[in-house]
């Protein structure tokens, strides 16, 4: 079985697109491949909610219990670990991870980032965008790297900027295609075992 753990910090939307795809396409019967657990450092984390509901297995790891971003992600690596998994799959995870955390699951640690890397790296990705006069906007799946926001590019989803556009338009109009971006580029990599 490949087991598969999301990390979340907010809304879960992306989490629940990647669990809904799983359920209609079949990831289990086609790849073997089960979403194990969803983590999030947010107890308030209303994905949170909804992974409960669903019966999967969850876990809420804050990070304002840890003195040092290593010793929140030594922790965090633990309860992953726990469900011994081939594929980590970062979804709206807002904490920056350190270099150890991401060398321990080099290769098998995906990210989605609401912008067309390696443009509008970090924050405020669509402000940024609309500021910056480009005619697209977009998301990035990409691998993890110990550098921000780089690493190997997946796949991208292109969306318009239309005029009179607003970051939280733009925000909701890029969200609607991440949730196929994301489930998609996975079930390649499931895919290609
Ligand atoms: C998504 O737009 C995702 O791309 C972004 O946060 C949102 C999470 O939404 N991620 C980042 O900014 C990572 N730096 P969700 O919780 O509804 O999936």
Redesign the pocket.
């Known amino acids: 079985m490949k087991n598969i753990v999301i990390l979340?910090?907010?809304?879960?939307?992306?989490?629940r697109a990647l669990v809904e795809a799983a359920r209609r396409e079949g990831w289990e019967q086609r790849w073997g491949a089960r979403i194990s657990a969803v983590i999030s450092n947010r107890a308030d984390s209303a994905?949170l909610a909804w992974a409960r509901e669903q019966g999967l297995a969850t876990a809420v790891l804050s990070h304002r219990d840890f003195e040092s971003r290593e010793a929140f992600d030594a922790a965090l690596a633990q309860v992953i670990d726990g469900h011994q998994p081939s594929w980590v799959l970062?979804?709206?995870?807002?904490r920056i991870l350190t270099p150890g955390f991401v060398a321990r699951y080099e290769g098998r640690l995906i990210?989605?980032?609401?912008s067309l890397l390696p443009a509008f790296t970090g924050?405020d990705?669509h402000r940024r965008a609309i500021e910056a006069g480009c005619a697209v906007a977009g998301?990035t799946v990409h691998r993890v790297t110990a550098v921000l926001?780089h690493g190997q590019i997946l796949g991208q989803a292109v969306v318009p900027i239309v005029a009179g556009d607003t970051p939280e338009r733009l925000?909701a109009r890029?969200?609607s295609q991440?949730h196929r971006l994301y489930p998609s580029v996975v079930a390649r990599l499931l895919a290609q075992g």
């Open positions: 979340i910090s907010g809304g879960g939307s992306n989490m994905g970062l979804a709206g995870f807002m990210n989605i980032h609401p924050l990705t998301a926001d925000a890029v969200l991440e």
